[in-house]
């Protein structure tokens, strides 16, 4: 499917800027979203200047009506073949410390599962009816198998890959396609505010370029680096004594979210 309008959320920081990077070229329009106005004027600017023409405007992704509302006329004024569902965030626990701030939960909740919903519902009637586009999630390597340093962030990344697989089988014959994607590390500031062994970790541009690949390739699951997804895979199968175990001797620490759900 040639790809000529793309809308992706989180555009204004790490993986959904340089994804923002990866397909500015002429001939292509972007709708870009984040919430930091003058990081997102800095990815729209630098995407113009690759050629694209960008249309970048400030959102929370937790905002159903404001989301509807711009994704619609976006939709309207050049129909959107590709949507990525990017926007996230992290939050996590302290080493002993025992359980997540409930707001801190509630607050990555709204992000990360229902701000995915708020982006890509206004899109699903317009591709089916139009008979193609593509819908891609990004969802992680921590919605494998839980961790037990981030069981809410684990969580929303496990709905969010339910959800695509779901979405992919329901939509396939409306000529939809549904890709997900399951990154491990990538550096970016979600990254480098975890404290842990990151094992084959790669920038923000290189996990662009991946995903971009997967998505023009049509992959319905684009998962990378390979051998980390693989020992997730595993970790999956193993019982679940012998991965708890080893889990639990590696030292992770990760701030709460600052987030509020106001
Ligand atoms: N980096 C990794 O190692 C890694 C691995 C697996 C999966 N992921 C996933 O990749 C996605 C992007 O993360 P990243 O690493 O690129 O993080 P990042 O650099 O912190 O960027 C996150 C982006 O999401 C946006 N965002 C957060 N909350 C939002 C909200 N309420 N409304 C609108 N936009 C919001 C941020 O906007 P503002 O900055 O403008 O607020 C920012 O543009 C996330 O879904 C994350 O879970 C990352």
């Given at each position: 499917m040639?790809?000529?309008?793309?809308?992706?959320?989180?555009?204004?920081?790490?993986?959904?800027?340089?994804?923002?990077?990866?397909?500015?070229?002429?001939?292509?329009?972007?709708?870009?979203?984040?919430?930091?106005?003058?990081?997102?004027?800095?990815?729209?600017?630098?995407?113009?200047?690759q050629?694209?023409?960008?249309?970048?405007?400030?959102?929370?992704?937790?905002?159903?009506r404001?989301?509807?509302?711009?994704?619609?006329?976006?939709?309207?004024?050049?129909?959107?073949?590709l949507?990525?569902?990017?926007?996230?965030?992290?939050?996590?626990?302290?080493?002993?410390?025992?359980?997540?701030?409930?707001?801190?939960?509630?607050?990555?909740?709204?992000?990360?599962?229902?701000g995915?919903l708020?982006?890509?519902?206004?899109l699903?009637?317009?591709?089916?009816?139009?008979?193609?586009?593509?819908?891609?999630?990004?969802?992680?390597?921590?919605?494998?198998?839980?961790?037990?340093y981030?069981?809410?962030?684990?969580?929303?990344?496990?709905?969010?890959?339910?959800?695509?697989?779901?979405?992919?089988?329901?939509?396939?014959a409306?000529?939809?396609?549904?890709?997900?994607?399951?990154?491990?590390?990538?550096?970016?500031?979600?990254?480098?505010?975890?404290?842990?062994?990151k094992?084959?970790?790669?920038?923000?541009?290189?996990?662009?370029a991946?995903?971009?690949?997967?998505?023009?390739?049509?992959?319905?699951?684009?998962?990378f680096?390979?051998?980390?997804?693989?020992?997730?895979?595993?970790?999956?199968?193993l019982?679940d004594?012998?991965?708890?175990?080893?889990?639990?001797?590696?030292?992770?620490?990760?701030?709460?979210?600052?987030?509020?759900?106001?």
């Amino acid at each position: 499917m040639q790809v000529k309008s793309v809308l992706i959320t989180g555009a204004s920081s790490g993986i959904g800027r340089a994804l923002a990077m990866a397909y500015a070229q002429p001939g292509i329009f972007l709708s870009l979203t984040g919430r930091d106005r003058e990081r997102l004027a800095g990815t729209a600017s630098v995407a113009r200047a690759q050629g694209a023409v960008v249309a970048a405007k400030p959102l929370d992704v937790r905002d159903q009506r404001a989301m509807a509302q711009w994704i619609t006329d976006e939709d309207e004024r050049h129909p959107i073949d590709l949507v990525i569902a990017n926007a996230g965030i992290t939050t996590g626990l302290r080493p002993g410390q025992l359980a997540e701030d409930p707001a801190a939960v509630r607050a990555i909740l709204a992000i990360n599962l229902i701000g995915v919903l708020n982006t890509v519902e206004p899109l699903i009637a317009p591709m089916c009816a139009r008979g193609r586009g593509k819908i891609a999630f990004i969802g992680s390597i921590a919605g494998i198998r839980g961790l037990p340093y981030a069981p809410a962030y684990c969580a929303t990344k496990a709905a969010v890959h339910a959800y695509s697989e779901s979405l992919r089988g329901r939509l396939a014959a409306s000529g939809v396609e549904v890709s997900l994607v399951i990154p491990g590390f990538v550096t970016t500031p979600l990254n480098d505010s975890i404290a842990a062994i990151k094992p084959l970790e790669i920038s923000d541009a290189k996990a662009a370029a991946i995903i971009r690949r997967g998505l023009d390739k049509g992959k319905s699951v684009v998962a990378f680096p390979k051998p980390l997804y693989l020992f997730a895979a595993l970790a999956r199968v193993l019982p679940d004594w012998v991965v708890d175990k080893v889990l639990a001797n590696i030292e992770v620490s990760i701030p709460q979210t600052a987030e509020r759900n106001d």
